[in-house]
């Protein structure tokens, strides 16, 4: 299941990412790392949020924007 966010949530979910997933080091997604690096998913992605750890474990940090992608995806 893939959530979408608006244009001016990216940043906000970017942020998140690197400031507080554990599995974001560098930019890079230690979850997808099979001996080559590999960026993470949401620093890249601009449409929607594609990482099930991180619509998990991370984005319920941030209250306000978790209520707003909810929202807005149970809109749809």
Known sequence: MTWSITPQQVELVQRLARSDCCNCVDGNCLLLDDGEEQTCVQL????????????????PADEELYAAIVRQNEEK
């Open 44 to 59: 890249i992605c601009i449409h929607g949020i594609y990482c099930r750890y991180f619509r998990e474990a991370v984005l």
